[in-house]
């Protein structure tokens, strides 16, 4: 692992999501930060280590946003250690993780518990969330000023949402007093409860129950609703239907306080790859239309859709190897969130500062991270990449516990070569 305190980048295409660029050039790394963003002629400084990109793409690293780590409680499932590891091999250098563990992380304890855990065991920067209500049953409010004392950065139910409207609105009260960030998950509980597929002919004609992309849109129309009253800080996890769009469109307008975010699985695929009931492919939301997922990578491109997360829901063999209404969902996704997203850039639908904008730069705006941007000063968090590297995943090499990838045998475009947090290499491909 290279430890060196000035490392000297050269021969990089540097991508740059706050300028939008993708320029040649070589970068100075001193003490953990970017020291300075040079030409692509630049002398190597005396005393530096040089590492020769190849011509390779440096980007920021990725800051994911709602990353489920089994800790406490199912252990066999994800540990920071393994989550640590499949971070760095992904190039994901910030982990936001969830509380939707056993027991749920929604005291100051238990959150002290996983900090100690993830600073130990993870190579990479572990930022945890806390649950916005005790147990995440929708009837009591956390803690939220002893949490964030604590470290939270973030709260969330995650799935569950809370029903109780004037639960949520006390807690989006209490939480604009203290400047939190919620994290909400936008649905209607009643209408999306016990559904495994987005109705339609698909759903229809495999006899799944389903549920209608309004159930999305009335979640978030409920959610909006409250933000006007209240004010808060708020995130909506996951965006994944064109009905939606409209709605955030015109709170964002309205001046609210409001980002939202999309998986990487609700932008690269589609309802049609369920096909004959793989629960590899069970994901929650459940995976929408063609025509919802063009939608919404188009609201990626143009910015009302700000973050694309991995949502690693890591599942054992036991959950998913069941009847498909019955499967747990959920995926792991931390090592295939870049090739994954290199997916869009192939296609012509994204191109690579609109990818890092949505994958590292605004997750760490919105979190008030200093993160995610090639800027003098900024932390050395950079993922090295090829764009052009080709593959057939295996599941059984991903570094995650648990292997529930719906890419497994696919072809895949896009290599990480090395990783690095505050400029200490924490993972390199061997040749």
Do not use: W
Not at 95 to 106: F, S
Not at 210 to 235: F, K, Q, W
Not at 295 to 324: C, N, W, Y
């Amino acid at each position: 692992m290279t430890t060196a305190s000035s490392l000297f980048f050269t021969n990089a295409r540097i991508i740059n999501p706050e300028t939008d660029s993708v320029t040649p050039g070589a970068v100075l790394i001193e003490a953990g930060k970017i020291a300075a963003l040079l030409s692509a002629d630049a002398p190597a400084p005396t005393g530096a280590e040089v590492i020769d990109c190849g011509g390779k793409y440096l980007a920021p690293g990725m800051v994911d946003i709602g990353v489920k780590v089994c800790e406490p409680g199912e252990r066999h499932k994800e540990s920071y250690r393994t989550a640590g590891r499949a971070a760095a091999y992904g190039g994901v250098t910030t982990m936001v993780t969830r509380p939707d563990t056993t027991p749920t992380i929604d005291n100051p304890e238990t959150l002290e518990f996983v900090q100690r855990r993830a600073q130990a065991d993870a190579p990479v920067n572990v930022l945890p969330m806390a649950a916005l209500t005790k147990g995440r049953e929708g009837r009591e409010m956390t803690e939220i000023g002893f949490l964030m004392d604590a470290g939270a950065v973030a709260f969330t139910d995650c799935d569950r949402v809370v029903q109780s409207t004037k639960v949520l609105t006390r807690a989006l009260t209490y939480a604009r007093s203290c400047g939190a960030l919620v994290i909400a998950h936008p649905q209607e509980p009643g209408l999306s409860a016990g559904a495994a597929a987005t109705s339609g002919k698909f759903a229809a004609l495999r006899g799944l129950p389903s549920v209608s992309p309004m159930a999305e849109r009335m979640g978030l129309d409920r959610d909006i609703a409250l933000l006007e009253m209240t004010g808060a800080r708020y995130h909506a996890d996951q965006i994944t239907t064109a009905r939606a769009l409209p709605a955030l469109e015109r709170a964002k307008a309205n001046g609210l306080d409001i980002t939202a975010g999309t998986s990487i699985h609700h932008l690269t695929l589609n309802e049609l790859d369920v096909a004959d009931y793989r629960t590899f492919f069970k994901v929650k939301p459940p995976l929408r239309s063609e025509d919802d997922r063009l939608a919404v990578v188009e609201a990626v491109r143009s910015g009302l859709i700000d973050t694309i997360s991995s949502m690693h829901t890591p599942q054992d063999e036991e959950s998913k190897r069941l009847p498909f209404e019955e499967a747990a969902a959920g995926a792991v996704a931390l090592e295939t969130l870049l090739p994954a997203a290199l997916r869009l850039y192939h296609a012509d639908l994204l191109d690579l500062p609109t990818l890092f904008r949505a994958l590292a730069l605004n997750p760490a705006r919105r979190l008030g991270l200093d993160a995610g941007r090639m800027a003098e000063g900024a932390p050395a968090d950079l993922v090295l990449f090829d764009a052009d590297a080709p593959f057939v995943l295996d599941r059984f090499k991903l570094q995650s516990k648990s292997k529930n990838t719906p890419f497994d045998t696919q072809r895949m475009q896009g290599r990480v070569l090395a990783t690095y947090v505050s400029g200490r290499e924490v993972y390199r491909r061997e040749p």
